[in-house]
């Protein structure tokens, strides 16, 4: 059973950059992608990008010019970085495996880590 | 970006009770199209994929149906457990996004 879990620092401030490692145990982290999914207390999801295991990248438009998603293939982790983070970036950060065999479906989650920003 | 809109945006039912939830894409997503459950304080649950295919593990009383831009998702009989949010998301292109949430409250 794949499992993924969330690691990093539950409290940033403003103006720096906010540092996340997801760690995949149970599976590879070869041939899937890997996501980001975040949402602001009370609120929906929003979707932040995702990394291929070879190390492509696809990012959101609205966060692309501050977020950089890296992975570890050796390690099987995958990372997110958000520079210049405000107010509006506290959040349960939640990372996620996307199904490449059907129609990318998000089918693995973390549990989710809360980020406050202050 | 294609924009999901999920409706209801909350409903009340009763255990025993027949749930539709319907979720429309701004465009097209052939059947690129996944519902989650969220209960509070969880990660999101993957319930159907691809439209209409049940994930591994879930009670069969959930089913997903639609293509295009109009999908629905139903409970054929609403259990205790099944009180939480839902989520209509997109796999069809980049960025990926979700609808807005239906939540489904005890009457």
């Known amino acids: 059973q794949v499992h993924l879990q969330e690691s990093g620092p539950g409290l940033v401030k403003p103006s720096e950059t906010l540092s996340l490692t997801c760690t995949v145990s149970?599976?590879?982290?070869?041939?899937?992608?890997w996501n980001w999914i975040r949402q602001p207390p009370g609120q929906g999801l929003e979707w932040i990008g995702y990394?291929?295991?070879?190390?492509?990248?696809n990012y959101n438009p609205s966060l692309k010019s501050r977020v950089t998603i890296s992975v570890a293939t050796s390690k099987n982790q995958f990372s997110l970085m958000v520079s210049s983070v405000t107010a509006a970036d506290t959040a349960v950060y939640y990372c996620?495996?996307?199904?490449?065999?059907?129609?990318?479906?998000?089918?693995?989650w973390g549990q989710g880590t809360l980020v406050t920003v202050s | 970006d294609i924009q999901m809109t999920q409706s209801p945006s909350s409903l009340s039912a009763s255990v025993g009770d027949r749930v539709t939830i319907t979720c429309r894409a701004s465009?097209?997503?052939?059947?690129?199209l996944n519902w989650y459950q969220q209960k509070p304080g969880r990660a999101p649950k993957l319930l159907i994929y691809?439209?209409?295919r049940l994930q591994s593990g879930v009670p069969s009383r959930f089913s997903g149906s639609g293509s295009g831009t109009d999908f629905t998702l139903t409970i054929s009989s609403l259990q205790a457990e099944d009180f939480a949010n839902y989520y209509c998301?997109?796999?069809?292109?980049?960025?990926?996004?979700f609808g807005g949430g239906t939540r489904v409250e005890i009457k």
């Open positions: 996620a495996r996307s199904n490449t065999a059907v129609v990318n479906e998000f089918d693995y």
């Open positions: 149970g599976g590879s982290i070869s041939s899937y992608y």
């Open positions: 990394i291929y295991y070879s190390g492509s990248t």
């Open positions: 465009q097209s997503t052939s059947i690129y």
């Open positions: 691809a439209a209409s």
């Open positions: 998301q997109q796999s069809y292109s980049t960025p990926r996004t």
